[in-house]
């Protein structure tokens, strides 16, 4: 990553998207072509290196870069301030433009973005001593860390880094273990972080009541989490 942010650190955010929205899946060669076009030509790198940078982007391998996949590598790689790039993925996945993100689009935004955390987690959980939260977070490498917690006994503080911030909730300690996530992660799962999340950012940011978080207030859960 710190390669692909060094390529892109002359890339504006918004350019990137604009130049590639609507494109559908975008593929290699659009995406070498682009980036080619928005940066200077001492600047342009080799091929080997975008290559590199799409792959990146292109989070499930299927050889192309959806929207989704598009706005979440421009959150992590490109030049640009955290509000501009939280303003642009709030109107990524408002996907029927009507100014609100509803319980699924939240879910969808937080799913892509959290998902490589969750699997470095359970890569370290599977690979680490689960009574040791020292060797866990050695193991996971940054992408998420456990650490106990007084003020709720048998829980753990799980942080999850995420291309909009550091994600933060609670599981039971006993979820800790290779047996759980092995059997499809328990409260570990993506689906339970995922959720977790969302019941979070609608009880404390849902100031209205009305099940969706308007963009002043998904900025207000996103800057507050962390």
């Known amino acids: 990553k710190s390669e692909g ?10 350019k990137l998207h604009e130049a590639l929205q609507g494109c559908g899946s975008v593929t290699e060669a ?14 342009r790198p080799a091929p080997e290196a975008v290559s ?3 792959c990146c982007f292109d989070t499930d391998r299927s050889g192309g870069v959806d929207e989704e996949e598009l706005i979440a590598g421009c959150s992590q790689l490109c030049s640009g301030d955290p509000a501009e790039r939280l303003a642009l993925a709030f109107r990524c996945f408002d996907r029927d433009g009507d100014g609100h993100l509803d319980r699924e689009e939240i879910a969808s935004l937080l799913r892509r973005s959290i998902e490589p955390a969750v699997r470095d987690l359970h890569a370290a959980i ?14 996971a490498r940054g992408s998420a860390t456990v650490t106990s917690t007084d003020e709720r006994p048998g829980m753990v503080r799980v942080k999850l880094q995420t291309t909009v911030g550091v994600a933060t909730i609670y599981v039971p300690a006993d979820a800790l273990s290779p047996d759980a996530v092995a059997a499809g992660g328990g409260a570990l799962a993506l689906d339970a972080f995922v959720g977790s999340l969302v019941d979070g950012a609608m009880a404390e940011h849902d100031g209205d009541g009305n099940s969706t978080l308007e963009s002043d207030e998904f900025l207000a859960f996103a800057s507050k989490n962390p």
Do not use: Q, W, Y
């Not at 942010?5 to 955010?13: A, N, S, Y």
């Not at 659009?30 to 600047?43: G, H, Y």
């Open 52 to 54: 590199a940078l799409f």
């Open 126 to 139: 599977d690979f680490a001593d689960a009574s040791d939260l020292d060797s866990i977070n050695d193991e």
């Open 30 to 43: 659009k995406f070498a072509e682009v980036i080619n076009t928005l940066l200077p030509p001492a600047d």
């Open 5 to 14: 942010r060094e390529i892109l650190k002359g890339v504006p955010l918004g």
